[in-house]
């Protein structure tokens, strides 16, 4: 852990305090950055300041970390309900709150003229459009992609994502940022899925048609990709992970925006849905949690 941070992003905002909001917010933390974690309601910031906190724990459980980093960390990190507030000073702006394109590009709107001109404003959205995100937005040069992957404290890649707009400031500053933060960047340009979740969902969605049709079993649909490609984790488990839910609606949106059979979500991820059964979260998806 380090306290050498730009000076442009010293302070960090982060909108959401679920799975990947309590993420984001440690590892800017973790990175030197004061940051302020922000949510709706106290309930919600107070859980994701609780995720935050059994995480490192566990880190020092394990030795990895100490308990002076962990307290430094949670030090670092202050929390709000109040949107505009949070925002008021910071030097960047991470948005991680629900997949839905209104309130993201209701959200950038509203901040837009809150923040000050040259604060960066990224959202980490895993395939909406950034150009309807970020749409209406004061200062598009500074709007870009931060696609965080879970659990974003372990995971390596950082999937920045420029939109027609992005000023090379912008990508320039949040690439160094990335890499502080212990991530490896990869730039794409903006169009559905945009890298990452055009490749995974495909797959998960074919291993679901797998499952489905009786080819093999979840653990060995998932052993293959493990095993066979070197995959950390398999993309039904994965899926469950994310939630079924979760990559339902992406399916559905590049599904629509590419025209392609392939992002067709088989009947049994729907019935899985409809009947609550959404992975990790729900305690039953493909495994039982």
């Not at 030197?32 to 107070?46: C, H, M, P, R």
């Amino acid at each position: 852990m380090t306290n050498t941070i730009p000076n442009t992003f010293s302070t960090v905002a982060v909108l959401g305090a679920g799975t990947m909001g309590a993420g984001i917010a440690q590892v800017c933390a973790q990175a030197g950055s004061s940051v302020v974690l922000q949510d709706i309601t106290a309930e919600f910031v107070q859980k994701g300041l609780e995720r935050i906190r059994d995480f490192l724990q566990k880190g020092v459980d394990k030795g990895k970390t100490t308990a002076e980093q962990r307290d430094a960390v949670l030090a670092r990190i202050t929390t709000t309900t109040d949107r505009a507030g949070a925002c008021r000073q910071a030097r960047l702006v991470i948005e991680a709150v629900p997949e839905k394109l209104e309130l993201k590009n209701g959200l950038f709107r509203e901040l837009s003229a809150v923040v000050s001109p040259d604060c960066v404003l990224a959202s980490n959205t895993s395939s909406l459009s950034l150009a309807k995100v970020f749409a209406g937005v004061q200062g598009p040069a500074r709007c870009i992609g931060m696609h965080f992957f879970n659990p974003v404290p372990l995971m390596a890649l950082l999937e920045l994502v420029r939109t027609a707009a992005t000023g090379q400031a912008t990508i320039d500053a949040v690439t160094a940022y990335a890499r502080l933060l212990g991530k490896e960047p990869i730039l794409v340009v903006d169009s559905p899925g945009f890298a990452s979740s055009r490749l995974g969902v495909c797959l998960g969605l074919e291993a679901i048609r797998m499952f489905e049709s009786g080819v093999a079993s979840a653990e060995d649909i998932d052993k293959a990709m493990v095993l066979g490609y070197g995959h950390p984790m398999g993309p039904l488990k994965l899926t469950d992970l994310v939630g079924l839910d979760v990559r339902l609606a992406i399916a559905d949106y590049l599904r629509k925006e590419l025209d392609h059979p392939g992002f067709q979500a088989p009947e049994l991820m729907r019935r899985m849905v409809a009947e609550g059964k959404l992975g990790k979260k729900s305690g039953q998806g493909f495994y039982r949690w």
